[in-house]
């Protein structure tokens, strides 16, 4: 049974001016565990796609199911990491950590020490007094990711969470994040716009075209691949076909996508 469905979703942003159509019918669904990777153009709507699945933003049309009945936003812990931490920076990193079971007067000794432990499994075992200024930004981004997982959420949106790491930092983090979604089994929406990342870190690759904004393609990621970390997956035969595959398709809709464009209000549409 399919766990997440968008079933024809379409977003139009309004304002003063008119509207820009940034989802045009969108439908794919995602398995219980299932780590998707959504790639596309830039302004293909990927980032609303995420919007809509956070409850951020309400679809202008079409349906998100969750278990194949209407999502609910107020019921569903869902995680979302974005390329910035957030961390705030004048708290102690534990603070941080512990502000969603805060909120949810949740924080108790054992809450507390759950986090110790996740702190010490993404290789931070002895900054929980820290504060985010002292720390490197690889370090920031493993201490937002112990904040997410801590509130266990169902569903684990990721919005290019490594794209402002440096190379070495990311390819470790990609190792230790896809180790950690492996042990805790989130569902995971990863967006991102590195090919390789993509591949070597989910299970099922989709691609959206600019024109229409909606999905295009769909790419299994074989499982030889899916059985290694990310770092030891990139160095398989099966991995550079897929990325030729993909840079190809990819190429394609990079070169036919115009960016979209404000219908005015009296275009009568
Ligand atoms: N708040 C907004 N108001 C008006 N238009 C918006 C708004 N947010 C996004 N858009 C437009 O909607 C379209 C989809 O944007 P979105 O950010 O979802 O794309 P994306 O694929 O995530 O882009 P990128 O890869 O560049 O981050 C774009 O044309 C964008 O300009």
Redesign the pocket.
């Known amino acids: 049974m399919s766990f997440l469905t968008m079933d024809k979703v379409s977003h139009h942003?309004f304002?003063s001016k008119g509207y820009?159509k940034?989802l045009d019918q969108v439908s794919f669904s995602v398995k219980e565990g299932e780590f998707i990777a959504l790639l596309?153009p830039?302004?293909?709507?990927?980032?609303?796609i995420l919007s809509i699945l956070a409850g951020i933003i309400q679809p202008t049309g079409g349906n998100v199911l969750l278990q194949e009945k209407p999502i609910s936003h107020s019921t569903l812990a869902i995680g979302y990491m974005l390329q910035q931490d957030y961390l705030f920076p004048w708290k102690s990193i534990m603070e941080n950590v512990l502000l969603g079971p805060k909120l949810s007067h949740t924080d108790t000794e054992e809450m507390k020490a759950a986090a110790l432990d996740m702190l010490e499994e993404v290789g931070l075992p002895e900054v929980a007094d820290f504060y985010p200024s002292s720390l490197s930004g690889g370090m920031r981004q493993r201490a937002a990711l112990v904040r997410t997982l801590i509130n266990d959420p169902k569903i684990l949106l990721l919005d290019e969470p490594f794209s402002a790491l440096d190379y070495q930092t990311k390819l470790k983090l990609e190792d230790l994040v896809s180790n950690i979604l492996k042990t805790y089994r989130k569902t995971t929406i990863l967006?991102t716009?590195d090919i390789g990342e993509a591949i070597a870190m989910s299970d099922r690759i989709l691609m959206m075209n600019a024109n229409p904004r909606t999905i295009a393609k769909s790419f299994e990621v074989p499982v030889e691949l899916r059985n290694e970390a990310p770092f030891q997956a990139r160095k398989h035969p099966k991995y550079q076909l897929l990325f030729e595959k993909i840079w190809s398709e990819l190429d394609k809709r990079e070169n036919a996508s115009p960016?979209?464009k404000v219908v005015p209000k009296d275009n009568g549409e």
Do not use: D, L
């Open positions: 942003y304002s820009t940034a596309g830039s302004g293909c709507g990927k980032s609303t967006v716009h960016n979209a």
